[in-house]
């Protein structure tokens, strides 16, 4: 079976950063596309980034120019550099692996597994 674990979530002030990891396991991670979601209270659960196999990369508009998705292979990781955070950042951040075949990057419905998550909060 497929698990990924993501860390890196915390506390911190608007204007700050964070980095978060999700390490993946039980498959063949280079040939996957990965992506990182958000859902903060109240709302629907929502895209924020992705990457391809081969290193392309798409990103919300709301975090355009302040987020940066990387992976490193060799340590089957996906990282979220998280810049110039706002309070409207604050979600429970979750990475998923995209499935093999399906459609666009920005559905959640397009995704197979999914990690537990790790909580972000940028005070005001």
């Known amino acids: 079976q497929v698990q990924l674990v993501e860390s890196g979530g915390g506390l911190v002030q608007a204007g700050g950063s964070l980095r978060l990891s999700c390490v993946v396991s039980?498959?063949?991670?280079?040939?996957?596309?990965m992506g990182w979601f958000r859902q903060a209270p109240g709302k629907e659960r929502e895209f924020v980034a992705v990457i391809s196999w081969g290193g392309g990369t798409y990103y919300a508009d709301s975090v355009k120019g302040r987020f940066t998705i990387s992976r490193d292979n060799a340590k089957s990781t996906v990282y979220l550099q998280m810049n110039s955070l706002k309070p409207e950042d604050t979600a429970v951040y979750s990475c998923?692996?995209?499935?093999?075949?399906?459609?666009?990057?920005?559905?959640?419905?397009?995704?197979?597994?999914w990690g537990q998550g790790t909580q972000v909060t940028v005070s005001s």
């Open positions: 998923a692996s995209h499935r093999l075949g399906s459609g666009t990057y920005v559905s959640p419905l397009n995704y197979d597994s």
């Open positions: 039980g498959h063949t991670f280079r040939r996957y596309d």
